[in-house]
């Protein structure tokens, strides 16, 4: 049950878009399109922002979107605006019938 | 209003035993299957363990497999860990989670969380 893996940071500037990778194996993101990313600020509890690799709950702003190509995940912000700053976890289910999460990646908005 | 709320974190000596509650309301619990993620301070999230609406699948992350116990109560709408065995590293923020699909399985995301109850293992 290795963490996915997810870059420490990524940073851009208001209006910009950024992209957030997430690499796992073929026993988790490559198996399945149960991939999700959650939202997380400071001392607050995750949000869910997208699941099964592309589907926003509603709510979700449509700047938030997702894919997947083989076994990396990606979480794309278009149009960054200063509330996004937060860090992003992506999760997966595996082949073991459990979760898996990334790392996560602290999001800096310029 | 959907709401879930953590109890039963404290400060407890390694070896020792501890149940964490989490109480539901604002949406049919018996649906749902449900889950507790934990964060270790500065730290990125884990998930500890699963279980379906209806108790039939349970699953545990290898960390905690054997010491850690997940339960529910769907008569009253609560959701359990009863951990024992507790070493320093399970040291963390630990969440209650919902499963997203009505009467889905495990793979379906975690779409409302509760604010977390703290787990210190310390002596």
């Known amino acids: 049950q290795s963490a996915l893996t997810q870059p420490a940071s990524v940073s851009g500037s208001p209006g910009q878009s950024i992209t957030i990778s997430c690499t796992g194996t073929?026993?988790?993101?490559?198996?399945?399109?149960?991939v999700s990313w959650f939202q997380q600020h400071p001392g607050k509890a995750p949000k869910l922002m997208i699941y099964?690799?592309?589907n926003r709950p509603s709510g979700v702003s449509n700047r938030f979107s997702g894919s997947k190509s083989g076994n990396t995940a990606s979480l794309t912000i278009s149009g960054l605006q200063a509330e996004d700053e937060a860090d992003y976890y992506c999760?997966?289910?595996?082949?073991?019938?459990?979760?898996?999460f990334g790392g996560g990646t602290k999001l800096t908005v310029l | 209003e959907v709401q879930l709320v953590e109890s039963g974190g404290v400060v407890v000596q390694p070896g020792g035993s501890l149940r964490l509650s989490c109480a539901a309301s604002?949406?049919?619990?018996?649906?749902?299957?449900m889950h507790w993620v934990r964060q270790a301070p500065g730290k990125g999230l884990e998930w500890v363990s699963g279980?379906?609406?209806?108790?039939?699948?349970?699953g545990y992350a290898d960390s905690v497999k054997g010491r850690f116990t997940i339960s529910r109560d769907n008569a009253k709408n609560s959701l359990y860990l009863q951990m024992n065995s507790l070493r320093a590293e399970d040291t963390a923020l630990y969440y209650c989670?919902?499963?997203?699909?009505?009467?889905?399985?495990?793979?379906?995301?975690?779409?409302?969380w509760g604010q977390g109850t703290m787990v210190t293992v310390s002596s």
């Open positions: 279980i379906s609406w209806n108790s039939g699948s349970i």
């Open positions: 099964e690799v592309t």
């Open positions: 989670a919902k499963g997203r699909a009505v009467l889905g399985g495990p793979w379906e995301a975690f779409d409302i």
């Open positions: 073929s026993s988790d993101v490559g198996s399945y399109n149960y």
């Open positions: 999760s997966s289910y595996t082949t073991s019938s459990t979760w898996v």
């Open positions: 604002g949406f049919t619990f018996d649906d749902y299957a």
